[in-house]
């Protein structure tokens, strides 16, 4: 049996300029697309207009040409992939799978029984069917009592019971976006996406999209979640918390030989501080997944 070419990808959100926290995703999936002979493909995740900045999406561009970490194939924009999403939607309504729901936030809180890192699960108040004299305002699927499991590339082996983290999870908002769950699912599926290598703060998301790949037909991607770049405080270095973006055009070297000492490769000394394309060359070829943590770690702010 030939083995498919392994095909990696990198989905920043346009939300501000790259930071060192998706530094360290971008350098870890390269690393290990690269390694593997595969692809390296690029998603702009820009499907909440809201959250969008103007100008973020081409600075991040530029700043991953700066770094020497250029993708193959043309760059994938959420936001004219619309009617993928709603493909995907209409198949899974065929089917019965979801169901139209009318709570908004203030309800779901008031009626929640339970509630996790995930925040508030589901109650199911409108899985059969909506109140009376309610419109519906959201689309949910529907969750089984099953478990979910995975085995991830530094975490190891993992399982979710989705009914009672998070329930019936929201697949298009009351705004009328898609959610981010069903988004990423299909790219990944019809980009022939079959390795994913990103942050830790979208571990718990896992099995949702697993849940989905298999509620769609479409293959399931191996996983590897990298661990969190935090401040000093043991908060998530990103850009909701303000982080700064990187100083990419005037310490490209120094920034991608902090990225691979975070993830744990040991930098021979002639190669710190060369030119980027020269570090992620080494790195390619000497990348060992097992030395990465899987605990957060620490990055000091000047």
């Given amino acids: 049996m030939v083995t498919p070419q392994v095909v990696g990808r990198f989905a920043p959100s346009p939300t501000g300029p790259l930071h060192f926290g998706s530094l360290v995703a971008a350098v870890g999936s390269y690393c290990l697309a690269r390694q593997a002979g595969g692809k390296w493909l690029l998603r702009m995740e820009d499907l909440d207009p809201p959250r969008v900045v103007p100008g973020a999406a081409d600075e991040i561009l530029a700043a991953l040409e700066c770094l ?29 799978l979801v169901f139209d729901c009318a709570c908004t936030r203030r309800e779901i809180h008031a009626q929640a029984r339970s509630s996790n890192e995930e925040g508030l699960v589901y109650p199911g108040t409108c899985r059969a069917g909506l ?24 975490f190891g082996h993992l399982d979710q019971l989705l009914s009672r983290v998070v329930g019936d999870f929201v697949l298009r908002r009351a705004d009328g976006l898609f959610a981010y769950q069903l988004a990423v699912v299909v790219d990944d599926a019809e980009s022939g996406i079959n390795q994913v290598v990103r942050g830790a703060d979208l571990l718990s998301s896992t099995p949702r999209q697993i849940f989905l790949h298999a509620s769609l037909g479409t293959a399931v991607p191996k996983y590897t979640h990298l661990p969190l770049v935090v401040d000093e405080m043991g908060n998530k270095f990103s850009k909701q918390q303000g982080a700064a973006g990187i100083d990419y055009a005037g310490n490209a070297a120094g920034l991608i030989s902090e990225a691979l000492v975070f993830l744990g490769q040991e930098l021979p000394v002639e190669m710190v501080g060369a030119p980027p394309h020269e570090q992620l060359c080494w790195a390619v070829s000497h990348f060992n997944l097992k030395k990465i943590s899987s605990r957060p770690q620490a990055l000091v702010v000047v």
């Fill in 131 to 154: 109140p009376a004299g309610r419109k519906p305002r959201s689309l949910r699927i529907r969750v089984p009592e099953e478990q979910v499991c995975f085995t991830d590339g530094v």
């Fill in 68 to 96: 020497g970490l250029y993708w193959d194939d043309e760059i994938v924009w959420q936001s004219q992939r619309i009617d993928a999403y709603a493909a995907a939607m209409s198949s899974l309504q065929r089917r019965g």
